[in-house]
C-alpha cells in the first residue's frame, strides 16, 4: 500500500493550492478517502472526507466554503483544493485511506502560507 502526497509548497495568503495524493496497492475505489493536517505543536486534525464514489463529501467548519475534496476514482487519485490560504492553513497535510481500524497514512506534504 502506497499514498503519496504533492502539490504542496510555499503560497502567499490569499493564495491557492492543489494538493494530490496518488494511491496503489488496494482498491481504491471502495475506501473513504480523507485529508487531514498537522501544524506545529498541534495535534492532526481533519480536514474533509470523501466517500468512495465521491458523492458525498464533508469539511471540518473551518476548511468549509475555502476547500474542496475531490477523487478520480480511474486515477486512483484524491484532491484537495485549497483556496483564501491563511497563515494558520500552514501545517503538513496528510492523505488517509479507508476507516479506522483499517486506515493507510501518506508521508505528507508541507503547506506554508506567509508573506
Known amino acids: 500500500v502506497q499514498l503519496v502526497e504533492s502539490g504542496g509548497g510555499l503560497v502567499q495568503p490569499g493564495g491557492s493550492l492543489t494538493l494530490s495524493c496518488a494511491a496503489s496497492g488496494f482498491t481504491f475505489s471502495s475506501r473513504v478517502m480523507s485529508w487531514y493536517r498537522q501544524a506545529p505543536g498541534k495535534e492532526r486534525e481533519l480536514v474533509a472526507t470523501i466517500s468512495s464514489s465521491g458523492g458525498t463529501t464533508n469539511y471540518a467548519d473551518s476548511m468549509k466554503g475555502r476547500f474542496t475534496i475531490s477523487r478520480d476514482n480511474a486515477k486512483n487519485t484524491v484532491y484537495l483544493q485549497m483556496n483564501t490560504l491563511k497563515p494558520e492553513d500552514t501545517a503538513v497535510y496528510y492523505c488517509?485511506?479507508?476507516?479506522?481500524?483499517?486506515?493507510?497514512w501518506g508521508q505528507g506534504t508541507q503547506v506554508t502560507v506567509t508573506s
Open positions: 488517509r485511506a479507508g476507516l479506522p481500524p483499517y486506515v493507510y
